[in-house]
Protein backbone atom coordinates (compact mmCIF):
# COMPACT_ATOMS: atom_id res chain seq x y z
CA UNK A 1 0.00 0.00 0.00
CA UNK A 2 1.26 3.02 -1.04
CA UNK A 3 1.64 6.00 1.73
CA UNK A 4 3.04 9.62 2.10
CA UNK A 5 3.25 11.60 5.01
CA UNK A 6 4.33 14.87 4.93
CA UNK A 7 6.13 16.93 7.91
CA UNK A 8 8.01 20.10 8.72
CA UNK A 9 5.61 22.87 8.19
CA UNK A 10 5.66 25.70 10.22
CA UNK A 11 4.96 29.04 10.40
CA UNK A 12 8.27 31.12 9.76
CA UNK A 13 9.22 34.61 9.04
CA UNK A 14 9.32 35.96 5.64
CA UNK A 15 13.00 35.40 5.11
CA UNK A 16 13.21 32.27 6.74
CA UNK A 17 13.73 28.30 6.23
CA UNK A 18 12.29 25.26 6.33
CA UNK A 19 12.50 21.82 5.11
CA UNK A 20 9.78 19.67 4.35
CA UNK A 21 10.13 16.19 4.69
CA UNK A 22 8.21 13.57 2.67
CA UNK A 23 8.62 9.85 3.69
CA UNK A 24 7.45 7.14 1.74
CA UNK A 25 6.32 3.56 2.40
CA UNK A 26 4.93 0.58 0.21
CA UNK A 27 6.65 1.40 -2.90
CA UNK A 28 11.19 2.39 -3.14
CA UNK A 29 10.45 6.18 -3.74
CA UNK A 30 13.60 6.56 -5.45
CA UNK A 31 12.26 4.54 -8.72
CA UNK A 32 9.42 6.64 -9.13
CA UNK A 33 8.92 10.76 -10.04
CA UNK A 34 8.07 12.43 -6.65
CA UNK A 35 6.45 15.86 -6.89
CA UNK A 36 5.92 18.90 -4.34
CA UNK A 37 2.81 20.94 -4.54
CA UNK A 38 1.09 23.54 -2.78
CA UNK A 39 -2.28 24.70 -2.32
CA UNK A 40 -3.49 28.12 -1.11
CA UNK A 41 -6.43 28.85 0.51
CA UNK A 42 -8.96 29.59 -2.65
CA UNK A 43 -6.25 28.70 -5.24
CA UNK A 44 -5.27 25.91 -7.45
CA UNK A 45 -3.11 23.15 -6.44
CA UNK A 46 0.35 23.61 -8.09
CA UNK A 47 3.68 22.04 -8.69
CA UNK A 48 6.85 23.53 -6.89
CA UNK A 49 8.71 20.80 -7.84
CA UNK A 50 9.76 17.49 -8.84
CA UNK A 51 12.49 15.04 -8.80
CA UNK A 52 12.80 11.74 -11.75
CA UNK A 53 13.21 8.09 -10.18
CA UNK A 54 15.31 7.26 -12.98
CA UNK A 55 17.78 9.76 -13.27
CA UNK A 56 17.10 12.15 -10.48
CA UNK A 57 16.94 15.16 -12.45
CA UNK A 58 15.06 17.85 -10.48
CA UNK A 59 12.82 20.23 -11.83
CA UNK A 60 10.85 23.52 -10.44
CA UNK A 61 8.39 25.84 -10.95
CA UNK A 62 9.60 29.36 -11.86
CA UNK A 63 8.19 31.15 -8.83
CA UNK A 64 10.31 28.97 -6.44
CA UNK A 65 13.79 28.61 -9.14
CA UNK A 66 16.67 29.45 -6.80
CA UNK A 67 15.06 29.33 -3.53
CA UNK A 68 13.54 25.80 -3.00
CA UNK A 69 15.82 22.49 -3.76
CA UNK A 70 14.58 19.04 -3.55
CA UNK A 71 16.49 15.93 -3.11
CA UNK A 72 15.69 12.23 -1.35
CA UNK A 73 17.43 9.81 0.58
CA UNK A 74 17.04 6.53 -0.93
CA UNK A 75 18.15 4.95 2.50
CA UNK A 76 15.05 6.72 4.34
CA UNK A 77 12.74 6.08 1.09
CA UNK A 78 12.34 10.04 2.23
CA UNK A 79 12.08 12.98 -0.40
CA UNK A 80 12.85 16.66 1.28
CA UNK A 81 11.80 20.10 -0.25
CA UNK A 82 14.02 22.72 1.17
CA UNK A 83 13.34 26.31 1.25
CA UNK A 84 15.06 29.13 1.78
CA UNK A 85 14.23 32.68 1.40
CA UNK A 86 10.66 32.50 1.76
CA UNK A 87 7.60 34.66 0.89
CA UNK A 88 4.25 35.71 2.13
CA UNK A 89 3.42 33.84 -1.23
CA UNK A 90 4.70 30.30 -0.16
CA UNK A 91 2.02 30.42 2.54
CA UNK A 92 -0.58 27.07 1.54
CA UNK A 93 -0.37 23.70 2.32
CA UNK A 94 1.98 21.43 0.44
CA UNK A 95 1.39 18.04 -0.24
CA UNK A 96 4.16 15.36 -2.13
CA UNK A 97 2.57 12.83 -4.65
CA UNK A 98 4.13 10.21 -6.69
CA UNK A 99 3.04 9.35 -10.19
CA UNK A 100 3.75 5.59 -11.97
CA UNK A 101 4.71 8.25 -14.90
CA UNK A 102 8.42 7.92 -15.61
CA UNK A 103 8.71 11.60 -16.69
CA UNK A 104 9.37 14.95 -15.24
CA UNK A 105 5.97 16.36 -14.50
CA UNK A 106 4.38 18.76 -11.62
CA UNK A 107 0.96 18.57 -13.30
CA UNK A 108 -1.15 17.27 -10.40
CA UNK A 109 -3.41 15.38 -12.65
CA UNK A 110 -0.18 13.13 -13.51
CA UNK A 111 -0.20 12.12 -9.42
CA UNK A 112 -1.97 9.50 -7.99
CA UNK A 113 -0.59 8.84 -5.02
CA UNK A 114 -0.63 11.67 -1.86
CA UNK A 115 -0.09 12.51 1.52
CA UNK A 116 -2.58 14.47 3.51
CA UNK A 117 -0.11 17.99 3.68
CA UNK A 118 1.70 19.99 5.70
CA UNK A 119 0.77 24.04 6.32
CA UNK A 120 3.47 25.96 5.72
CA UNK A 121 2.78 30.05 7.02
CA UNK A 122 5.27 32.52 6.62
CA UNK A 123 4.37 35.88 8.06
CA UNK A 124 5.55 38.39 10.49
Known amino acids: QVQLVESGGDLVQPGGSLRLSCAAS????????IGWFRQAPGKEREGVSC????????YYADSVKGRFTISRDNAKNTVFLQMNSLKPEDTAVYYC?????????????????WGQGTQVTVSS
Open 26 to 33: GFTSGRHT
Open 51 to 58: IRGDDGST
Open 97 to 113: ATTELNIATMWPADFGS
